[in-house]
Every structure is written in structure tokens, then in C-alpha cells.
């Protein structure tokens, strides 16, 4: 069965659009900062630390992604937007608190409504740089 899962999420990247994949890249990172949540509130700290490091992973993708050139001022509040997920991942890391992760889980989850709406309209690709 996680086989098939697998198979299916690398064909679902596979035939996406690049702003399809920055939908999936949110839905991951907000389900790992979920996840991670979860390891602090049950003190699991091997779940804590493993979605911590995979939610940072993701941010820093995204970041380093950014054309700042082409995409002008949204670019400029994306980067900072990842650099105050950043900053607040590794507070929650150190202080062990869960409540850290809801600014930035919130916040993730506009932008990957906008993300999703400009998948809708279709013609995005060009538009935003991707």
C-alpha cells in the first residue's frame, strides 16, 4: 500500500504544473509543521525534530526559489515571509512550543490558497515567474 501511495504522489509531481508544485510544496510543509506540533505536544522528540528539519527543508526550497528580480515586491514579501517561518520554527524548537507553529501554519495556508486560485485561472505560469 505506501508503495502505491508513493508511486502515486512522484506521478502526481511528475504531471503537475510549476504552480501545482508549489501547492504541493505548501501542503507539505504546512502537514509537516502540523505533524511537528503534534511530536511537541506528545514529547516525541524524534517526531518533533523529523517534521521541524522537513518544514524547514521545504521553506528553504521555497526561498532559495524566489526570482527577486522578476517578482518584485511579492517576492520580497515571500522571502520574508520564510524568514519569519524560519525564525519561528526554530523558537518552537528551542522553547518545545507547539503554539510557534500556529502563526506560520496560518500564514502558509493563505498563501497556498493564493497559490491554488492562480492554478485555477490557468494562465499563471508566466505570470508569476515560475
Partial sequence: ??????LYAK???QTASSV?????L?????????????????????DKARFLDRGLAVVNELSAA???ERGGAIAT???????????????ANLHHDATRLNGPIRCLGVVREAW????????LDEAVGV
Fill in 1 to 6: 500500500m505506501m508503495q502505491g501511495a508513493q
Fill in 11 to 13: 506521478t502526481q509531481v
Fill in 20 to 24: 501545482q508544485v508549489v501547492v504541493l
Fill in 26 to 46: 505548501y501542503d507539505g510543509v504546512i502537514q509537516a509543521l502540523k505533524l511537528a506540533q503534534e511530536g511537541i505536544v506528545t514529547n516525541n522528540m524524534m
Fill in 66 to 68: 524566489l526570482d527577486m
Fill in 77 to 91: 514579501d515571500l522571502r520574508r515571509l520564510y524568514e519569519y517561518v524560519q525564525h519561528e520554527l526554530t523558537q
Fill in 116 to 123: 491554488v486560485e492562480l492554478s485555477r485561472q490557468g494562465s
